[in-house]
Structure formats: structure tokens, C-alpha cells
């Protein structure tokens, strides 16, 4: 029986997956990557083993501390996932597995809607075009539930026990 995996291995083998990767590849050129997520069955497969992740604890709002090799900042597998184009993966990670939208980059606090914000190309304009939606929906959301509890609040309050409310007006 094999030993159960770390937070860390669950968390890394997500976020490689939202990268176009698969977890025994060695870290390839971006082309080669995104080959790979050509096929249908693949994007269902990689969706399928990342949901299986965050069922089991993994976090995609995790942000690597190594990667990109050489970069200043890291991001999380949404960022990635994005930036590289995969929108089966960005549906996958924001639908099924809940991650945070909102999510600022650690350095420079670019969320994935701003870190792709004018890149074109790889399907990155529908991707855009999902998050924002989504971005809009959790205002709306945000918003109603403002208005809700404001509405809550008027004509609520009640006067303490043994206070005359006639003569407290």
C-alpha cells in the first residue's frame, strides 16, 4: 500500500496539470506542452485527475514557490492555466474545483484577469471573456447580498427590555 501524499505533492501535481503538463514530464518548452492539450480526451483526463486533487485536499489557489524557473514571481494554476491559453482547464479549475478569480500574483497582485489582460492568441480572449463574465457574476452576487442584509437591518431594530419606545422618540 503506498504512502499517502503530501499537501505539497497534491498542490504541485494540480498546479503542473493546470500547466499543460503532465506530473512525470519533465519541464518542456511551452509549445510542447500545449501539444499536448490538443486532444479532447486529454483536457477530460487532465480535468478529470485535477478535480480528483481537490477532492483530496488540493488547493489550486496554491501558488508555486519555484516556477516558472527563473521568474521573480510565481503564480497560481489559474494564472497559468490562462496565460497559457487552456480554457477547458480555466472552466475546469474555476467551475469544478472553486478557485479564486480574485486571487492576486504574490508580487506584483495581478489577478488572472489582469495578468492576461491584452495578450491575444491560445484561445486568451475567450478565456478573458470567462473571467470577466465570472467577475461580473460575483459582483452581482456580492452586490445583492448587500443589499439584502441592508434591507434586513431597517426597521429591525427593537427597543431594549424596559425602554418606553414612545417616549424614546
Known amino acids: 500500500m503506498g504512502e499517502e501524499p503530501t499537501q505539497r505533492q497534491l498542490d ?43 477532492k483530496k485536499g488540493a488547493n489550486p489557489n496554491w501558488v508555486h514557490p519555484k516556477k516558472p524557473q527563473g521568474r521573480a514571481y510565481q503564480f497560481t494554476s489559474l494564472h497559468i492555466a490562462a496565460d497559457k491559453g487552456g480554457e477547458a482547464m480555466v472552466k475546469c479549475l474555476v467551475n469544478e474545483c472553486k478557485a479564486d478569480i480574485n486571487k492576486r500574483q504574490p508580487q ?11 495578450r491575444t492568441g491560445n484561445g ?27 434591507k434586513k437591518g431597517k426597521g429591525s431594530e427593537t427597543p431594549a427590555a424596559g425602554s418606553d419606545p414612545v417616549a424614546a422618540s
Not at 26 to 34: K, Q, V
Request: glycine share 6%; charged share 30%; proline share 4%.
Open 12 to 54: 504541485e501535481e494540480l498546479w503542473v496539470l493546470a500547466s499543460g503538463r503532465f506530473p512525470d514530464d519533465p519541464y518542456e518548452d511551452d509549445s510542447t506542452a500545449l501539444a499536448k492539450w490538443e486532444g479532447e480526451k486529454t483536457k477530460e483526463a487532465a480535468c478529470a485527475r485535477i478535480v480528483e486533487l481537490y
Open 108 to 118: 506584483y497582485g495581478e489577478t488572472p484577469l489582469q495578468h492576461i489582460d491584452g
Open 124 to 150: 486568451r480572449e475567450q478565456i478573458y471573456a470567462f473571467l470577466k463574465m465570472k467577475a461580473a457574476m460575483q459582483a452581482a452576487v456580492a452586490a445583492q447580498k448587500f443589499k439584502t442584509a441592508g
